[in-house]
């Protein structure tokens, strides 16, 4: 892993996948060694307004000719989105990174994994899912959109799922494309019908990873859980992203997280 300081990048790429979320690629002058669910904090704009970086999980990273490619996907919510998404090819962006730790990827032959993205959960989730292809690590993938138009890089995802023999399965909640309903219904379907995982891995809402959380409890399956808790510093500092742990302790997200086995969380993970 890089040590913790900014990177100098410029803007590769940004363009839109959805009427929410865009895509941003910034190129780095340097090797950059990244796992999924690792985050980056970027500033949104020249100076110093606004102050706060903004937290945005990695969704790959390759090398170029030129340096590295870190992509991105972002939903548009607020100011720092807004200013990122309108940013031009070429501007500079400060981007401390990547932090944080990632989900736990190694399985034995024969064993499978769940990976369950929600939302704008899909960028760690696609990373892992990429990297685990490239290693013919065996996986399915959950992915549900509220609706059609939200659901992105389909052919990217059924890509990864093929190389390996897994199933792709997409979910929407008003039921416009793929199976209606919640990527957490879609998976105890499969749980039901036999289908073993040695670990589900997951990004997305918190109602969605608290779903999660209460199914691979009942069924004896260890889950990840990437959580957004709002962050300011991203390095253990101002203790604003701080999560309660089983045991009661509070531990910054940004430092010993975003990834926790939801075993390890406080009971509203689970409850
Ligand atoms: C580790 C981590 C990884 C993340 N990865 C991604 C990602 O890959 N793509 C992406 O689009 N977003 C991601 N987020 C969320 C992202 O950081 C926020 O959406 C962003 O900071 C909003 O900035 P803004 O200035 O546009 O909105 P603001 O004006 O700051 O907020 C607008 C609205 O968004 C809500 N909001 C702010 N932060 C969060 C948050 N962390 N989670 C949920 N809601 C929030 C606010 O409550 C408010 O309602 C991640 C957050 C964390 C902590
Ligand atoms: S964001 Fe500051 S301690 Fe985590």
Redesign the pocket.
């Known amino acids: 892993m890089i040590a913790r300081r900014d990177l100098a990048a410029r803007v590769a790429i940004v363009e839109d996948l959805t009427p929410t979320?865009f895509r941003l690629e910034l190129l780095c002058c340097e090797p950059v060694a990244a796992s999924p669910g690792q985050?980056a904090m970027l500033r949104?704009a020249p100076g110093l307004d606004?102050l706060?970086r903004?937290?945005?999980?990695?969704?790959g990273v390759r090398s170029t000719g030129d340096g590295t490619i870190v992509e991105?996907?972002?939903?548009?919510?607020?100011?720092?989105?807004?200013?990122?998404r309108r940013l031009a090819p070429g501007a500079p962006v400060a981007m401390l990174g990547p932090?944080?730790n990632g989900f736990t990827l190694g399985i034995a032959p024969g064993q499978r994994l769940a990976l369950v993205a929600g939302g704008?959960?899909?960028?760690?989730v696609l990373f892992a899912a990429e990297m685990l292809a490239a290693h013919g690590s065996a996986f399915d993938l959950f992915v549900g959109a509220s609706t059609a138009g939200e659901l992105y890089e389909v052919d990217r995802l059924a890509a990864a799922a093929a190389v390996v023999g897994g199933e792709l399965v997409l979910c929407t909640d008003d039921g416009s494309r793929g199976e209606p309903g919640f990527v957490t219904a879609a998976l105890q379907r499969r749980l039901d019908a036999g289908r073993a995982y040695v670990r589900a891995l997951a990004?997305g809402?918190d109602p969605m990873l608290q779903a999660l959380g209460r199914l691979a409890t009942a069924r004896g399956l260890e889950a990840e859980l990437?959580?957004?808790?709002?962050?300011a510093c991203?390095v253990g500092v101002c203790l604003g992203?701080v999560v309660e742990l089983e045991d009661g302790r509070l531990v910054p997200?940004?430092k010993e997280?975003?990834v926790f086995p939801v075993s390890r969380l406080a009971a509203r993970w689970r409850a």
């Open positions: 979320c985050f949104c606004p706060l903004r937290a945005f999980s990695l969704a991105m996907h972002l939903k548009e919510v607020g100011r720092g989105t807004a200013l990122l932090l944080g704008i959960g899909l960028p760690p990004c809402p990437s959580l957004e808790e709002p962050m991203g992203c997200s940004c997280g975003p």
